[in-house]
């Protein structure tokens, strides 16, 4: 693994503008950042990313398993009593899951080390899945590639496949998300186009503009019934919500489904620590109040049990101050990780992010930052597989 430069794409900017990539600069800074590239070797995409991702994913599959039949623990992980037996039903029912993200810090020797999973509403998978596939294929033409580069990327292919399995053809399925957030509306898009090209008939609706029929039934704002609904919008959130009490009792048909809000939840990772102890691909964790003098004295991070874009995070124990990040998340707990030394390639440190769709291991995408935490506004980097 390693970081090269790469002259960019002639007029990629207006060629964004058009696709609908406005996002591609935020605040006068670079969010898409095509001036460098990661590259991989197939070996370390496969031993060390993609297998170990598989690995996890079915890990994960296995505390869901236990979480779901222990109501301690379901209470532990911040999840109301009330939506206990829904969310035992949606797993025990089997119902499927599109997608999710780990997150990892990997800098190509040693194994990857899972930071957090982002189980319900992960972003970036526009840039992923479309526009840093376009960017390779556009990159060889030039010849800026050779013609034996490739990417990990399956993404937009494996999206379409699993949307197809899910449903119906001609099926009517809303997507939403908040307004006003025009990443999260990029990431809706794009995946209402993935469904498109499944055969199903998407239509958006606003997070806002969801409401409950006098039959408890979910519909949008032309009151048109919404039967099924992706949501790019936490659980935790929806639990406050007015229509949160009518989620139980309701025929709705949900993406991700219910059993992902155990997942998409940084308590998970105390619990993968103490049920698969010394995995290499985890850090060790526990919950804050378990924490031990001896967990406290080493350096480790403090992660609120929900978060979003690297807010709420304390690293202790590196510098003589913490290093903190600003947020409104912490109220229902938290966890300690140990700390991991994250890859560094010249000022920038770097994330890498794994996509699950369908339950199989499909692509990566990789952030970086000066900040040591990844956050909204860290740049979005291609990368490329080439063999020495």
Same mark, same amino acid.
């Given at each position: 693994?390693?970081?090269?430069?790469?002259?960019?794409?002639?007029?990629?900017?207006?060629?964004?503008?058009?696709?609908?990539?406005?996002? *591609?600069?935020?605040?006068?800074?670079?969010?898409?950042?095509?001036?460098?590239?990661?590259?991989?070797?197939?070996?370390?995409?496969?031993?060390?990313?993609?297998?170990?991702?598989?690995?996890?994913?079915?890990?994960?599959?296995?505390?869901?398993?236990?979480?779901?039949?222990?109501?301690?623990?379901?209470?532990?992980i911040a999840i109301p009593l009330q939506y206990h037996d829904w969310i035992r039903s949606s797993w025990e029912n089997s119902e499927p899951s599109l997608y999710g993200r780990f997150d990892f810090f990997? &800098?190509?020797?040693?194994?990857?080390?899972?930071?957090?999973?982002?189980?319900?509403?992960?972003?970036?998978?526009?840039?992923?899945?479309?526009?840093?596939?376009?960017?390779?294929?556009?990159?060889?033409?030039?010849?800026?590639?050779?013609?034996?580069?490739?990417?990990?990327?399956?993404?937009?292919?494996?999206?379409?496949?699993?949307f197809a399995a899910m449903f119906a053809p001609g099926y009517h399925i809303h997507f939403a998300s908040s307004k006003d957030q025009d990443e999260d509306r990029a990431t809706v898009r794009y995946l209402?186009?993935?469904?498109?090209?499944?055969?199903?008939?998407?239509?958006?609706?606003?997070?806002? &503009?969801?409401?409950?029929?006098?039959?408890?039934?979910?519909?949008?704002? &032309?009151?048109?019934?919404? &039967?099924?609904?992706?949501?790019?919008?936490?659980?935790?959130?929806?639990?406050?919500?007015?229509?949160?009490?009518?989620?139980?009792?309701?025929?709705?048909?949900?993406?991700? =489904?219910?059993?992902?809000?155990?997942?998409?939840?940084?308590?998970?990772?105390?619990?993968?620590?103490?049920?698969?102890?010394? *995995?290499?691909?985890?850090?060790?964790?526990?919950?804050?109040?378990?924490?031990?003098?001896?967990?406290?004295?080493?350096? *480790?991070?403090?992660?609120?049990?929900?978060?979003?874009?690297?807010?709420?995070?304390?690293?202790?124990?590196?510098?003589?101050?913490?290093?903190?990040? =600003?947020?409104?998340y912490g109220e229902e707990g938290h966890i300690l990780q140990a700390y991991q030394e994250p890859p560094k390639f010249g000022e920038d440190y770097a994330m890498i992010g794994s996509w699950i769709v369908?339950?199989?291991?499909?692509?990566?995408?990789?952030?970086?930052?000066?900040?040591?935490?990844?956050?909204?506004?860290?740049?979005?980097?291609?990368?490329?597989?080439?063999?020495?």
């Amino acid at each position: 693994m390693r970081r090269i430069t790469v002259p960019e794409r002639p007029g990629w900017k207006e060629q964004a503008e058009k696709l609908g990539f406005g996002f *591609h600069t935020m605040y006068g800074a670079p969010y898409w950042d095509e001036s460098r590239a990661y590259v991989f070797s197939l070996e370390e995409i496969e031993r060390d990313l993609e297998d170990p991702s598989q690995d996890l994913y079915r890990m994960c599959l296995d505390l869901v398993d236990r979480v779901v039949r222990d109501a301690d623990l379901l209470g532990r992980i911040a999840i109301p009593l009330q939506y206990h037996d829904w969310i035992r039903s949606s797993w025990e029912n089997s119902e499927p899951s599109l997608y999710g993200r780990f997150d990892f810090f990997y &800098d190509g020797t040693g194994p990857a080390k899972l930071l957090e999973f982002n189980a319900d509403t992960p972003t970036a998978l526009y840039e992923t899945g479309f526009f840093q596939w376009m960017w390779l294929e556009e990159q060889i033409a030039s010849g800026v590639l050779p013609q034996e580069a490739d990417q990990f990327n399956s993404v937009q292919d494996r999206l379409i496949e699993r949307f197809a399995a899910m449903f119906a053809p001609g099926y009517h399925i809303h997507f939403a998300s908040s307004k006003d957030q025009d990443e999260d509306r990029a990431t809706v898009r794009y995946l209402e186009d993935c469904a498109r090209q499944a055969g199903l008939t998407p239509h958006f609706v606003a997070v806002e &503009d969801i409401g409950v029929d006098d039959k408890g039934r979910f519909a949008d704002s &032309d009151e048109f019934v919404i &039967d099924a609904l992706f949501k790019l919008y936490p659980y935790e959130d929806m639990f406050r919500e007015e229509y949160g009490p009518f989620l139980p009792g309701s025929p709705l048909r949900l993406l991700e =489904p219910p059993w992902k809000a155990i997942l998409s939840n940084k308590a998970i990772l105390p619990l993968l620590w103490e049920m698969f102890p010394g *995995h290499p691909n985890l850090l060790p964790a526990c919950f804050e109040e378990d924490a031990t003098p001896e967990i406290l004295k080493e350096p *480790h991070v403090r992660k609120p049990f929900f978060s979003r874009e690297g807010a709420n995070i304390t690293v202790r124990g590196v510098e003589d101050n913490e290093l903190s990040t =600003p947020g409104h998340y912490g109220e229902e707990g938290h966890i300690l990780q140990a700390y991991q030394e994250p890859p560094k390639f010249g000022e920038d440190y770097a994330m890498i992010g794994s996509w699950i769709v369908g339950g199989i291991a499909s692509g990566i995408c990789i952030r970086e930052d000066r900040h040591p935490v990844t956050q909204d506004l860290s740049r979005f980097v291609p990368h490329v597989i080439l063999e020495d």
